[in-house]
């Protein structure tokens, strides 16, 4: 067993998991609600589809419905037994220790009647120095895992779960020996200066220097203007992508290594390759940090496997500002390199994340995967066809957005591929969502009293900072500040204001966002004559990331300056009708309205979908930071200047 189970999408009648194997599984899933007769149910091909992406790595997606429905709000214990050679059977806890609580012999899982208490946060990148929230997550889990009552309803990954375009160099040094190890499959480049993946893995500006393997042009700066009109920015925009992933199995692989402690397990400690001094101290560095990821890892993979996790992509999933502009989007597509590195990163997203989500769209997929895996050629490489084929269904696919019917609803939006594009001005960034899709959240909101939107990157963030890249914006340096956000482009802004008003859309709104590596929390208003929504903005980033803190000190504290609530500023912003308070932290300092500091966030819903209580738990160890409604700051905020209404 080389990584999970990991939990997906959980209902009384339909519960789907996702495992990796070294070799394809006979299985058996025990079910065992607390007071009630256990279940044992073959995982058979009609519930189990393995797909095989190497010699010795087989996915296994297993999908079950059942006839006779699960009890809600009971502790259900469960297994996955494995069927050996010799016709003896091995369950969790002889498979996989690390994964079962103390005192415990079975993981076990909670089907809640309510989405009234939900984890989430977003930016998990193993090589930041900061410790692990989902490890701080597994924690609280463990203070109430006999009470249904006191667990989460689910785990909200709000996007960057992984970093394809941000791995240090000791990461892609196991990521090569673990595709080694387990003979995931190969592929031919077109385009590149390297003609197939094991030429790229052996290159020698394969760590550290990947930017110099970009497309064939004659020269990297012509490259630049081509593909970025300037010679600032490499074909993929984020500053680290000296070792980008490349090819599907490396992507694989890492997904593998940051949702497992198994695959570590297996390889050799990462042989750093000759290097300069300068890269040889950063590997050093990124080593150290990855020592503190790896020894909570274990804690993060328990996690997964005993509440309902659900995903959403953010940019870094597959690269740094993707699809930000219909620029970008034509000239990353238009070479058939570039496109097969985002293509490659979206594939493996959808095996390893957007399939759990919502299992019942992707059969026609994985049909195309499971026909590309299975004719590997005689040096273990796919199909360059077929892999393009696939990857080209996957770009023009318009359902990674999902929705869970519970209480309240929990809409998940897709910001990522679905956007309105600017025609004119093909530079500007692209709104978040575009009219179609706006009209089809506007559809699921009808008639909805209360309801969660999940949204990667926050609809109301800070105003300082998405004035400073409205600002770039228009001196074409987009890319630059990854200007991005859900008031750049005003006809995507307009039309969400609208959906807030519309007279049969919900009268609560509570937003989770990730994204910008650090939280806040405010409450919002919208004006209007004949019904005033109210909104939650609550933010939680990142996971296992952290903004850099005195510049994040000095932000806030112009913005606090700037956008006071008389300031005629207001008036100049897509907010100015919107009535915003932030809810301040409980262990502020200095009159912050945002909170830095790598964790996980979890907000308590009452009966009509309001938050009752908002929380920030540190990853250090840090007691937890509470966000206080405007009523209860009001006695810790008299010392302090008064609330900022624009936030």
Request: net charge negative; hydrophobic share 40%.
């Amino acid at each position: 067993m080389l990584a999970g189970p990991i939990l997906r999408r959980l209902e009384p009648d339909h519960l789907v998991l996702w495992l990796v194997g070294s070799a394809p599984l006979s299985l058996t899933l025990l079910l065992e609600p607390a007071g009630g007769p256990p279940r044992r149910l073959d995982l058979d091909t009609a519930c189990c589809r393995v797909l095989p992406f190497g010699r010795h790595a087989c996915l296994h997606l297993i999908d079950v419905n059942l006839s006779d429905p699960l009890p809600q709000d009971t502790v259900i214990h469960y297994d996955l037994i494995v069927a050996l050679d010799d016709g003896d059977e091995a369950g969790i806890a002889q498979w996989a220790p690390h994964l079962l609580h103390e005192g415990a012999t079975r993981p076990s899982l909670v089907l809640r009647s309510r989405t009234d208490d939900i984890l989430f946060g977003s930016c998990r990148k193993p090589h930041h120095p900061s410790r692990d929230g989902l490890a701080r997550a597994d924690g609280l889990l463990g203070e109430h895992i006999g009470r249904a009552d006191a667990r989460p309803a689910l785990l909200m990954l709000c996007g960057d779960q992984v970093y394809a375009d941000d791995v240090a160099g000791p990461m892609l040094a196991a990521i090569h020996a673990l595709i080694h190890r387990l003979g995931l499959y190969g592929e031919c480049l077109e385009g590149a200066v390297v003609t197939d993946s094991e030429a790229l893995y052996a290159h020698p500006a394969g760590y550290y220097r990947r930017e110099d393997l970009l497309p064939a042009f004659k020269s990297n700066e012509a490259l630049r203007e081509r593909f970025f009109g300037g010679v600032e920015k490499p074909i993929f925009t984020t500053a680290n992508a000296h070792n980008h992933l490349v090819t599907l199995a490396e992507v694989m692989a890492m997904y593998l290594l940051v949702w497992s402690p198994v695959p570590w397990t297996l390889l050799p400690e990462p042989r750093m390759p000759a290097l300069d001094a300068e890269h040889t101290h950063r590997w050093l560095r990124e080593a150290r940090a990855l020592q503190g990821f790896r020894g909570d890892l274990p804690r993060a993979a328990r996690l997964l496997a005993h509440v309902q996790t659900l995903m959403i992509f953010d940019d870094h999933d597959i690269t740094d500002d993707w699809n930000l502009s219909a620029k970008w989007e034509t000239t990353a597509y238009g070479h058939p390199f570039s496109r097969r590195i985002v293509g490659n990163a979206l594939v493996a997203y959808m095996l390893c994340q957007g399939w759990g989500n919502r299992p019942d769209v992707f059969g026609a997929v994985l049909d195309d995967m499971e026909a590309l895996a299975a004719a590997p050629d005689a040096h273990g490489r796919l199909d360059p066809i077929a892999q393009d084929a696939l990857i080209g269904r996957l770009l023009s696919f318009g359902q990674w957005d999902y929705v869970l019917r519970r209480q309240p609803t929990v809409i998940v939006l897709d910001t990522r591929t679905r956007r309105w594009r600017s025609r004119r001005l093909p530079s500007r960034p692209s709104g978040l969502m575009d009219w179609e899709s706006l009209t089809d959240l506007q559809h699921e909101l009808l008639d909805e009293t209360a309801a969660v939107i999940v949204s990667p990157t926050p609809m109301f963030g800070v105003k300082l900072i998405e004035v400073v890249q409205r600002l770039c914006t228009f001196a074409g340096q987009a890319l630059t500040v990854d200007a991005e956000n859900w008031m750049a482009h005003r006809g995507a802004a307009s039309v969400m204001l609208n959906i807030f008003r519309h007279s049969r859309t919900p009268g609560n709104y509570v937003i989770l966002s990730g994204d910008v590596h650090y939280s806040f929390a405010y409450d919002v208003q919208v004006r209007d004559r004949d019904r005033t929504p109210h909104i939650w903005q609550i933010t939680s980033s990142g996971i296992k990331n952290e903004f850099p803190r005195r510049l994040l000190d000095w932000l806030d504290r112009l913005n606090r300056w700037l956008y006071a609530p008389r300031s005629p500023l207001n008036w100049l912003t897509q907010r100015r009708d919107l009535a915003l308070t932030p809810r301040l932290p409980d262990r502020r300092q200095r009159g912050e309205r945002v909170w830095n500091g790598a964790g996980i966030g979890q907000v308590w819903l009452d009966a009509q979908g309001r938050p009752a209580r908002i929380v920030q738990h540190n990853a250090d160890g840090r007691p937890s930071t509470q966000f206080l409604a405007p009523g209860h700051a009001a006695s810790l905020a008299a010392a302090v200047e008064q609330p900022d209404a624009g936030a």
